[in-house]
Nanobody
Framework: VQLQASGGGLVQAGDSLSLSCAAS????????MAWFRQVPGKEREFVAA????????NYADSVKGRFTISRDNAKNMVYLQMNSLKPEDTSVYYC?????????????????????WGRGTEVTVSS
């Protein structure tokens, strides 16, 4: 299983950025998908999730109203549209997946319990 995140970069505060995650999962639609982020010296934190049925999403309070998670089951892709970026959004963003999981579960469980992780993509927001 491979999760490949991409789309990170250097932007200014207030800009938008879209992250993508390509998943090599044969039954992608059965996986709940999530984005987490981590800065050096801090714990990995939940950002957003979309359930395996694709009908519900869950967001961290810090990104609610600014970020949107979506998925395309036909392409085995999950996306994170990030608008109105702030310097505190600077982090390495990781894509994660676990089978038959809901958006709520992915937002509440410890990251160590989530089965599949991709390599991160770095986002830097300058002030």
């Amino acid at each position: 299983v491979q999760l490949q995140a991409s789309g990170g970069g250097l932007v200014q505060a207030g800009d938008s950025l879209s992250l993508s995650c390509a998943a090599s999962l044969s039954t992608f639609s059965t996986y709940g998908m999530a984005w987490f982020r981590q800065v050096p010296g801090k714990e990995r934190e939940f950002v957003a999730a979309i359930g395996w049925k694709g009908s519900t999403a869950n967001y961290a309070d810090s990104v609610k109203g600014r970020f949107t998670i979506s998925r395309d089951n036909a392409k085995n892709m999950v996306y994170l549209q990030m608008n109105s970026l702030k310097p505190e959004d600077t982090s390495v963003y990781y894509c994660a997946a676990d089978r038959y999981t809901t958006a709520q579960y992915l937002g509440e469980t410890a990251p160590t319990t989530i089965k599949f992780w991709g390599r991160g993509t770095e986002v830097t927001v300058s002030s």
